[in-house]
């Protein structure tokens, strides 16, 4: 689709009053509810308030989902669970199907057995003194193990979760509670904006086209008009972008590092038997921007993933291709050769954690999760910090309540916000808070600060100012000068567009990554991945949510690393050069959002990324 | 006109969308890791209760209820969805999911469900349901809710249901050779078991999911626990239709070669 700012007719729209108006379930608002739901009934069964919304009621409590179900869509992780197994002090992993405690960790540097990965002087150095001290690295594995885990980066009393899973067991006990409603498959479109305040939100319009035009079977979105609007929809959610936009962002704040997560979910062969709970974390292959993992579930499933960060300057990000080279690399092979792939996703990663963080609260909203800036970047931890944001917002929300104060920016931030920076997430953060600047001039810098970061306490880091994505990606001429000539890549790109062939593939072919050898179990095209578990589900009635603001500038964009980032291939070259949009690919991973490098105005560059229905239908990742 | 109780009865299915693996349990067939997959409601109770839900928004007093038989924790999960969809009560009873189980326990519970629903008159029943089901039952289900009930007009592959002012309505019931019927009924009650109808699925409405969970919730704490097959059945036989999902990389053939190749494959 190709259109500029929506048209905003006079519509009269349905509205509902409610008390507590909830954007997003995810960890942080698996928190914030489990956290609520308990404390809105006395013992005796009684209401600790009453509802102002509906007099006589217990306070309304609604919150809307996106995903079709809950839990949809979602990663996996290795979590050290503090602020979750405070909430539940029972907590029996066993419960929680996928969860497992974990049970060993690993550091692994990897090599590059195809020799077609990208590395640095530096690093070819290192690779070579590695493979001639064969003592110190499995060297016929391509691969070595360090010799600890850096205490920063240990999850050793820590769980394994599905995510999906995990939500599901969370929205299970939420609904059971009756105090609090969750509503699945409902995008939030925005927040309701007074002035200085938020007054509630505003909910997509359904039974309209591709532009968002109202059809035969049209119905306005509600509005949701709520004292506190909670805002939980994460690092990509067009609720939190707004507010971000509307208010501002604090002092020298700012989103600017990214990554995309992509991962599979695999049941390993019978022969394998790795110990459920083992996770190895990697760096160095298949790019040496690019980090890795795989974690071992029970019943002999494993999650196997990768990090593509938005520092990787390469305009080829084509993340399901390196996902598919890092299966294959020799250290894990021998674990997934004869495996079958059970489910696939991918999701944005907002990485500039605590320097990324908005104003946590205002006139009548409050910020929780990851798009409020609670990831740790210097431990890659941001399940638990997000779930703990919203246990303490639940806290001041209940105190506030009781003492029947509004809900103030004033009185959120003597609440929330005062008890949020006396917390454990907000320390940590601030350790954490410049741990990957170093990235922002190469690996080995990266890797040096987040050493000496972690080791320090935060004390010593290697500082610099992030530069916007935008501002780094650069064109396949720039990024591949000395290794392919301006005219070559022009005749690859031209022979592409005659082919309908993927030109980033093409690139990646020509600097010597091998062909993927397809096997229909494991090693399956991209788009029959989308295919596998739980497929991508785009409901009709609603508008494209992926947008090219205005076309013309994409037809100049020589990059394309909207189409290279595009984890379902649902951005696609278009005939006339600019994109083109399917949303019945989408999984809603957001990386098109920061991967446009196109600036049209400062800091919003030609992709919009709205609220958007449907996406992949799988819980286990 | 004299308003109608339509009674929905509708199971919980993995969702669709899911890739699903038949294997063996202790307690018989299952799916694999089903308890990990998200349900939906059986798309065929899907059509029947969206019908119901139009039929009754026409004739003034006309109530719908769905009862749903499924482990209450996923019958909730499922609720919070449909729930959105259309106006109805819920009637929960929690139960096995897995499907395998023996239609006429399995109609006998919802038998004794909708007699204990409070004002149930049997002179205004509409009973509804899929035609077919996803639910992996034997198909017989519905039908013998109806018998179980002393509803004897039973019809099957309804695709419309027309109601006159006097209270009798035309059904239009799919018959073989992809033809339809159209049969006359004096009216309730009656047992109609849907194909998919001609309605849409509904818009996901907030108000509607607002009023429905006054009642939901309180349903399904009240649902009662039944035992559906779960004693003296042994399975015999247990089939499923088989993902058949093949990929191959095939660079030097036609799209004629193709075709017939995929023609013999359907085929076998």
């Known amino acids: 689709m190709h259109h500029g700012e929506p048209q905003e007719p006079e519509i009269e729209r349905p509205s509902l009053e409610v008390d507590i108006a909830c954007v997003g379930f995810g960890p942080a608002m698996g928190g914030f509810l489990t956290t609520l739901a308990r404390k809105l009934v006395n013992e005796d069964g009684s209401n600790v308030v009453e509802s102002s919304a509906m007099p006589g009621m217990p306070p309304q409590v609604i919150c809307y989902e996106r995903a079709d179900d809950l839990g949809f869509g979602v990663s996996g992780v290795v979590t050290r669970a503090r602020g979750i197994r405070q909430s539940f002090p029972d907590l029996n992993a066993a419960d929680i199907p996928m969860a497992t405690a974990v049970t060993n960790e690993k550091v692994l540097y990897l090599l590059d057995p195809v020799g077609a990965s990208r590395r640095s002087a530096a690093l070819r150095i290192a690779d070579k003194l590695i493979k001639n001290f064969k003592f110190l690295s499995k060297t016929e594995l391509n691969a070595v193990e360090l010799p600890y885990t850096p205490e920063f980066l240990n999850k050793h009393d820590g769980l394994l979760l599905s995510i999906g899973q995990f939500n599901q067991w969370v929205g299970s006990q939420l609904l059971g509670s009756g105090s609090v409603q969750i509503w699945p498959g409902m ?32 119905m306005a979105g509600m509005d949701i008009k709520a004292a506190l609007t909670v805002v939980a ?19 020298d704040h700012h989103v600017r590092d990214w990554a995309i997560g992509m991962k599979a979910v695999v049941d390993l062969p019978a022969h394998v038997n790795l110990e459920p709970g083992t996770v190895f974390h990697t760096f160095g292959y298949p790019e040496p921007e690019i980090f890795g993992f795989m974690y071992v579930h029970p019943d002999r499933v494993a999650t196997i993933g990768i990090f593509v960060p938005s520092w990787f300057d390469s305009p080829v990000r084509t993340s399901y291709r390196y996902l598919q080279h890092f299966m294959m690399h020799p250290y894990f092979w021998r674990y997934l050769e004869g495996g079958t792939l059970r489910s696939w996703g991918a999701k944005s990663l907002q990485e500039s954690g605590k320097r990324g963080e908005p104003f946590l609260a205002g006139n009548g909203y409050a910020r929780i999760g990851e798009g409020s800036g609670s990831t740790n970047v210097l431990t890659g931890s941001g ?62 810098s990266g890797l040096i600060g987040m050493g000496l970061a ?27 000068a000395g290794k392919l000539t301006h005219p070559e890549i022009e005749r690859i ?24 050898p397809y096997d229909g179990k494991l090693l399956v095209t991209h788009q ?32 394309r690393t909207c189409v290279s980032i595009c984890s379902g291939q649902a951005i696609t070259e278009g005939e006339d050069g600019t994109p083109k949009f ?40 | 006109m004299k308003p109608f109780q339509i009674v929905v009865c509708g199971g919980i299915v993995p969702d669709p969308l899911q890739t699903l693996e038949p294997i063996s349990s202790p307690t018989g067939p299952a799916l694999k890791n089903e308890l990990m997959l998200p349900a939906v409601l059986d798309p065929w109770a899907g059509h029947a209760l969206y019908e119901a839900a139009n039929l009754a928004k026409k004739i003034p007093g006309s109530k719908v209820y769905l009862v749903a038989l499924g482990p209450k924790a996923k019958l909730q999960q499922v ?170 990389i095939e660079k030097d053939m036609n799209a004629d070669q193709i075709a017939a190749e995929i023609f013999e494959w359907i085929s076998k």
């Open chain 1, 383 to 444: 399940v638990d910090e997000a779930w703990t944001t919203g246990t303490l917002l639940a806290e001041g929300v209940i105190d506030l309540l009781k003492d029947k104060l509004p809900f103030t920016r004033e009185n959120l931030n003597k609440a929330y916000v005062d008890r949020r920076r006396q917390s454990w997430v907000e320390r940590e953060g601030r350790i954490a808070e410049h741990a990957r600047d170093g990235f922002q001039h190469g690996v080995v």
């Open chain 1, 528 to 559: 029959d991945a989308l295919l596998v578990g739980g497929k991508v589900q785009a409901p009709a009635g609603y508008a494209d949510h992926v947008v090219f603001v205005q076309p013309e500038i994409c037809k100049q964009c020589g990059s």
């Open chain 1, 493 to 516: 790109r031209e022979q592409c567009l005659a082919d309908n062939a993927n030109f980033h593939d093409a690139l990646m072919d020509r600097c010597g990554w091998p062909a993927i």
């Open chain 1, 187 to 218: 995008p939030v479109d925005k927040a309701l904006i007074k002035g200085h305040d938020v007054v509630g939100v505003r909910l997509v319009d359904q039974g309209v086209d591709k532009t968002g035009n109202p059809d035969a079977s049209f």
């Open chain 1, 582 to 621: 399917d949303r019945e690919k989408c999984v809603h991973c957001g990386a098109c959002l920061w991967n446009c490098s196109q600036e049209i105005a400062r800091n919003k560059t030609n992709i919009e990324f709205r609220a958007g229905a449907g996406g992949l239908h799988s819980a286990e990742n």
């Open chain 1, 233 to 251: 929809d994460g690092p990509v959610g067009p609720v939190g972008r707004q507010l971000d936009d509307h208010f501002g962002m604090p002092h």
């Open chain 2, 79 to 248: 609720m919070m969805t449909v729930g959105q969809k259309a106006p109805f009560e819920l009637v929960a009873i929690d139960g096995p999911g897995g499907g395998f189980t023996d239609a006429h326990e399995t109609a006998a519970a919802l038998a004794a469900a909708i007699l204990a629903i409070p004002g149930y008159d049997k002179s205004s029943l509409l009973l509804f349901g899929g035609w077919e089901s996803a639910t992996r039952g034997a198909g017989a289900t519905l039908q013998i809710v109806g018998e179980m009930l002393g509803v004897t007009d039973q019809f099957q592959g309804v695709d419309r249901i027309t109601v006159r002012d006097d209270g009798s309505f035309d059904v239009l019931e799919r018959v073989e050779s992809g033809h339809h019927q159209v049969a006359t009924c004096a009216g309730a009650p009656a047992v109609l078991g849907w194909a998919t109808g001609d309605l849409g699925e509904p818009r996901n409405d907030p108000q509607v999911g607002m009023a429905n969970m006054r009642a939901i919730m309180p349903a399904l704490q009240k649902a009662k626990p039944v035992k559906v097959g779960a004693d003296g059945l042994s399975y015999l036989k247990v089939e499923l239709p088989k993902q058949q999902r093949q990929t191959r």
């Open chain 1, 454 to 480: 972690g080791l320090t306490n935060g004390a010593i880091a290697l500082r610099a100012e992030p530069a916007p994505p935008h501002a780094r990606i650069q064109s396949p001429e720039k990024y591949f």
